[in-house]
Structure formats: C-alpha cells, structure tokens
C-alpha cells in the first residue's frame, strides 16, 4: 500500500527482481521486495538506527574501549600525529606531536 507523501524509486537487486525504495524526503522510511514481498517499514529503519553494531562494551568515541585499543595499536607501530589529531591521541600518546 503507497505511503502518503512519499516518492518512490526501483532499484536492481543482484540476485534479479527489483526493490522499491519509498522515501520521505531525504530519508529511506520503507523497502519493499517486489520478488518476494517482504518489507522493510519506517519503524524497523527506526530500530535498526538506534540498534549499535559493535560489541558490548565497545564504542566509537576515543575514550572507549575501541578507541583505547586502536590507540595502543598506533603507538606499538610508531605513529606520529600531528595538529588536532596530536590533541585528540595526546591522552594515549607521549610527546607524539
């Protein structure tokens, strides 16, 4: 069923058929397989935006457990950093500006 408001775009699968993509301005909010007919609605987008993609414990940011480990890494392989990245690993590293 057509949402109001939106505009809709068909685009090549793969594996063949079609996937009709319907968005709400710049925002994806529904997929549709046309093969199958399986859908993918606004409020799964929703979900899976707010679902994180790492593991427990683990974040992006530079303070985290990835960003200490990553960290850790560049230093063991002697990298330098200059300007605002120096400021950024300055808490990791050592006299590395």
């Known amino acids: 069923m057509p949402l109001t ?15 009709r993509l319907a968005f709400k301005g710049n925002q994806l909010v529904e997929t549709k397989n046309m093969k199958t007919g399986a859908t993918h609605t606004e409020a799964e987008f929703k979900k899976d935006r707010m679902k994180s993609h790492l593991p427990p414990g683990q974040t992006y940011s530079g303070t985290g457990d990835l960003g200490e480990a990553r960290a850790k890494e560049a230093k063991a392989a002697g990298a330098t950093f200059k300007g605002t990245q120096a400021m950024c690993a300055g808490k990791y590293f ?4």
């Not at 408001?5 to 996937?19: I, L, N, T, V």
């Not at 050592?94 to 500006?97: I, K, N, Q, V, Y």
């Open 94 to 97: 050592t006299g590395g500006a």
């Open 5 to 19: 408001g939106a505009r809709y775009r068909m685009k090549p699968m793969r594996g063949g058929g079609y996937e």
